[in-house]
């Protein structure tokens, strides 16, 4: 499959699994963009420039700039413009609506590659099924994913070593704080219940739950979970930090 945008080079991918791998990957940096990296996605979306668009590539690196110039495009085009909105809207409201013409884009481009490739029906409800268990770039950038988990913390059994003994016991407390203990130890119904909440804590950077055996850390300020490799926290390095602060947060505070 092609970057697109800056010619990144093509590969084959032939199954459903290929063109979702394709999508994560580009999804991935695209939310870099908007969040981590937001500051700097800011700076190169200048309104005094032609149209420029956000591309994600499939090695999680993102761009922003010029539309492809051949005619039809190699993939289908990203939203043009992104930059011309950018001073005359709220930033929040700007980077929401550059992240739901991003989530547009990337169903585009995978079902562009289904088409190309042949998919029947059966594979193009596996491609969709896969997508659509992942929240979209919109509730990531919007925050959408943590209300919707806000109190939900990543499971504390012995079969997981996240977080840190410093954010294990605020994960505890808050645990406790949504569901009394002598409810918890009732019956099977509240740990099913907090099973489907470990099944539903998504990191704050990379919008999934993968690595439930990583090390996870929480934002004091957001109460935004993270990988501890997303935001490049290690365990011991957390055991010395007393508030810990998101890169989202940090950012957020650096700008005001």
């Not at 290929?18 to 309104?47: H, N, Q, W």
């Not at 993939?75 to 700007?94: Q, S, V, Y």
């Not at 099924?129 to 509730?139: D, G, K, R, V």
Request: charged share 30%.
């Amino acid at each position: 499959m092609d970057g697109g945008g800056s010619g990144q080079a093509p590969y084959a991918a032939r199954t459903p699994e290929e063109v979702f791998r394709d999508y994560r990957s580009r999804r991935a940096g695209m939310i870099k963009a908007l969040t981590t990296d937001v500051d700097k996605f800011f700076k190169l979306c200048d309104p005094e420039k032609e149209n420029l668009c956000l591309y994600g590539y499939p090695n999680e690196s993102w761009e922003v700039t010029l539309p492809a110039e051949e005619v039809p495009p190699e993939i289908p085009e990203p939203a043009l413009g992104i930059n011309f909105a950018r001073d005359g809207m709220n930033e929040k409201d700007w980077l929401a609506l550059v992240a739901v013409h991003s989530d547009s884009w990337l169903l585009s481009v995978a079902f562009y590659f289904g088409a190309r490739f042949g998919f029947d029906k059966e594979a193009r409800r596996r491609l969709f099924s896969m997508i659509n268990n992942m929240p979209t770039i919109f509730e990531v950038v919007t925050g959408s994913v943590k209300k919707q988990t806000k109190e939900k913390t990543p499971n504390s059994s012995s079969k997981s070593n996240k977080p840190s003994s410093k954010v294990q016991s605020r994960a505890e407390s808050l645990s406790k704080a949504k569901v009394p203990k002598d409810e918890e130890e009732s019956g099977d119904d509240d740990g099913d219940e907090e099973a489907e909440e470990h099944d539903n804590t998504l990191c704050g950077t990379c919008g999934t739950n993968d690595g439930k055996d990583q090390f996870w850390i929480c934002c004091d300020n957001c109460e935004k979970w993270y990988h501890g490799k997303c935001v490049k926290i290690t365990p011991a390095r957390a055991e010395h930090i007393k508030q810990y602060k998101c890169p989202d947060c940090t950012n957020k505070r650096a700008r005001a």
